[in-house]
Each structure stands twice: as structure tokens, then as C-alpha cells.
């Protein structure tokens, strides 16, 4: 497998996680696990994985940034969207806003500063739920926002068909596990994690980085769950017709997360924003080795078994089973976009307008002015897919446009 020299000669481990997965393959009848238990393990393990060990170095002196670790802006955009939403649904009270995944807590704080300060009756009004997995950015977010009334929670904790208001995410779908499959000679093959390699089996074309004694090894075999056949069945793509060795990822985590929240949504929205590509782009043949990536010291790479526990693993969002999906649950779609437009559309180009007249410091005005269009960059956190559905709307709520979906004006 390829990857970043630099990376590669990297000896970061985590002896007890990597001892944790060697033990969850041997205990397996089939000496295996999938990817995505693999990928769950290293990333949500809540004493070893990824975001419980390193909730505190998120961000530029992390291993990647997110548009919240570039000021308040982004959040100040998304409280404007969603007061919006509250009002078009005729200012219900309460109104909940239930945040999935929230990081460190820096998105939430920004939203609820910017309501309490400027939309003092949408405040009033509004119940803050964060649904967080990792203990260790649980932590980090009730220390950060401890001034406010946030609830804690997950999915299974909330009633069906209770929530009136909007479910949304930053980042959140892409670093949800994932299944690998490669294609062999007309088949879809899955691609399983082990410790050795029975001659049964046949290894995955793309070995592992053993420089440093890893015992983890991949294979290939047949599909783990009729469920990833039944993902290409309903995005009409015949993988059975694309090149050997093609390689790339199914997101089943995501397809479950929509259901839980269509379960849970009474009437309102889903908001999410992500990076990703429409179906006929994802599983393009000439994209062969899919989108699965490494982040490590603002590193990327392709190489998810060295930092062990220590690196971020992501995979591109496919909007299109998203969409479908969503439907299938009762999400109706009310729009897509790029990031860089949507918060236009906000009012961000407004804010960037105006900057000269707020800052009398050309070098706070030249980091604030960057900082800015970072967000709006389309070859980068710009072009990240904005998708908004809805539930249980009248006709009437479904035909108001929101604003996030206006043709942005820079004044």
C-alpha cells in the first residue's frame, strides 16, 4: 500500500489497541474482522481509538482543521440558517437543534452565543441536544459550553417521532466506518483485516506496511452482508462490469444513521455538510483505488495500519445514497450546494465586504480576510456538499426557500 514516505517510516502505534484488535480477530471463528470493525476500533475505541486519545489536538496544531477552527463565522452562518428554519415552521416551541458529532464543542458554542446574542427569542425557545460517541470529546465538549443547557445523548436515546426542529453535522458522515470491497474478476470481493493468511484466502492486492512488525494483514472474500450488494442494487451501479483490482469504500453506517434520525424527526430538517461526490463521480472506474484517507500531523496518506490509533481515517460521502436513501425513510430532499455558496448566501460575502471598515490592522485584516475565504475555497472547504431534507413539512413550509439555497449576494 502506498503512503507519504515520511509517514511510512513512522513506528507510532498503540500497543494496547493494536493487542485489542489482534484479540478481536482470533476470537472470530473466521480469523478476520471486516474494515469497518477495523476502522471503528482504531477510531471510537473509548480508551485507545483515535478521538478518544487525541479529542484535545483537533484542529491547526492537530492532525487537520475543520471550518469551525477558523473563527466563528461558520457557526454565526448556521445559526442564521437556522433561525430561518425555526420560523418557517412557525417559531415552535421548543425548537431542538441536535448536533451529531460535535467535535470539541467549538461549533455549538459559536451557535449559541450568536442566538443568545441576536436572536434572543429563538434562544429561549431552543433545546440543545449533542449526540457524541467519544468519551473523550464528550469531556471536551461539557467543559466548553458549561455557561449554556446542553443535553448530552445518544440516538437510541431520543423517542420516535419527537423531535421538532433539525439534526445536523460537520464532518461527521465521512469518518463513519466503512466497508472495503475490491472487484475480482467479476465479483464483488470484501476485504477483511487479519493476523494471518490462510492459503485458502487470496491477499488483497494492496499489502500491508509490515516494516515495523505489524501482524495485521488484509484478505478478500465474499461480501460480509447482502446489504453491500443491496447498496449497488439501489444506486442502479453494476460493479460486476468494473476493471479488476477496482478498490473503494460502502458507507452502511450512513444509510443507519438516516434511518435512526428519520425515526426520530416529527417535523423539520437534516442538515449536512461533508465532503463527498454524487454517485457518477464516486464510484467512477478511473477513481480505482477509491477515497479513503489518513490524516496524520496535517499529513494525508492511504495507509490505515501504521498510527495506530494516533491518525484519522475518512472516507468521501456518497450524496447520491444519501438522497435516495433519505427518501426511501421519508427525508424529502430540499436541497444541495457547496459550502462556499451556502454560506455566501448567509451573508458571509457580506462579512468579507465589510471587513475593511472593521479593522484598522492590516495584518489582523489580511488573517481575518484568509481565514474567510477558507470557507469559501471551492478546491477546498468550499466545495464541500451542503445537503438539507426534510420531514413532516405542509406544502406550504416545503415551497419557502431557505436562505442557504438564495443566490449569494456579496452585499
Known amino acids: 500500500m502506498d503512503s507519504n514516505s515520511e509517514v511510512s517510516n513512522s513506528k507510532l502505534s498503540n500497543s494496547e489497541l493494536l493487542a485489542e484488535i489482534t484479540n478481536r480477530i482470533t476470537t472470530n471463528p473466521r480469523n478476520r474482522i471486516t474494515f469497518a470493525e477495523y476502522m471503528d476500533l482504531v477510531l471510537y475505541h473509548p480508551q485507545h481509538g483515535y478521538y478518544s486519545q487525541k479529542a484535545e489536538n483537533l ?27 425555526w420560523e418557517i415552521l412557525g417559531k415552535p416551541k421548543p425548537f431542538s437543534l441536535v448536533e451529531l458529532g460535535a467535535g470539541q464543542g467549538y461549533l455549538a458554542a459559536d451557535i449559541l452565543k450568536y442566538l443568545q446574542q ?21 469531556q471536551n465538549q461539557q467543559q466548553r459550553l458549561q455557561e449554556f443547557a446542553v443535553r448530552w445523548c445518544q440516538l437510541e436515546d431520543l423517542l420516535p417521532n419527537t423531535i421538532t426542529g433539525c439534526f445536523f453535522s460537520n464532518e461527521l458522515f465521512d469518518a463513519l466506518p466503512v466497508h472495503q ?38 484478505i478478500t472474500d465474499t461480501l460480509s452482508t447482502p446489504q453491500i450488494k443491496e447498496y449497488f442494487q439501489m444506486l442502479d451501479v453494476d460493479m460486476t462490469t468494473y476493471p479488476d483490482e477496482y478498490r473503494s469504500e460502502v458507507n452502511l453506517n450512513a444509510l443507519h444513521v438516516l434511518s435512526a434520525i428519520a425515526d426520530k424527526l416529527h417535523r423539520g430538517y437534516l442538515l449536512t455538510i461533508d465532503y463527498g461526490y454524487p454517485e457518477n463521480r464516486y464510484y467512477n472506474p478511473r477513481r480505482s483505488q477509491g477515497t479513503l484517507q489518513c490524516y496524520w500531523q496535517h499529513q494525508r496518506h492511504n495507509n490505515p495500519y501504521i498510527n495506530i490509533g494516533k491518525q484519522d481515517i475518512t472516507a468521501h460521502i456518497d450524496f447520491t445514497a444519501l ?7 421519508g427525508l424529502n430532499k430540499t436541497g444541495f450546494t457547496q459550502q462556499g455558496l451556502f454560506l455566501m448566501a448567509l451573508g458571509l460575502g457580506k462579512r468579507i465586504s465589510e471587513l475593511s471598515y472593521t479593522y484598522k490592522s492590516v495584518p489582523e485584516l489580511i488573517k481575518r480576510r484568509d481565514s474567510l475565504q477558507q470557507l469559501l475555497d471551492p478546491l477546498g472547504l468550499g466545495g464541500f456538499g451542503v445537503l438539507i431534507q426534510n420531514k413532516g413539512l405542509s406544502e406550504t413550509e416545503k415551497n419557502q426557500p431557505l436562505q442557504g439555497f438564495y443566490e449569494p449576494q456579496l452585499a
Open 59 to 85: 484542529g491547526k496544531k492537530g492532525d487537520f482543521f475543520t471550518s469551525v477552527h477558523l473563527g466563528s463565522d461558520f457557526g454565526e452562518m448556521l445559526a442564521v440558517q437556522f433561525t430561518q428554519m
Open 118 to 138: 441576536h436572536h434572543p427569542d429563538f434562544f429561549a425557545v431552543l433545546e440543545y441536544s449533542i449526540v457524541e460517541k467519544s468519551p473523550g470529546l464528550r
Open 181 to 218: 470491497f475490491t472487484v475480482s474478476e467479476g465479483e464483488i470481493k470484501e476485504i477483511y483485516v487479519t493476523t494471518a493468511v490462510p492459503e485458502s484466502y487470496n491477499r488483497s492486492q494492496n499489502q500491508l506496511d509490515n516494516q515495523f512488525n505489524n501482524p495485521l494483514q488484509e
Open 323 to 329: 438522497e435516495i436513501w433519505g427518501d426511501r425513510c
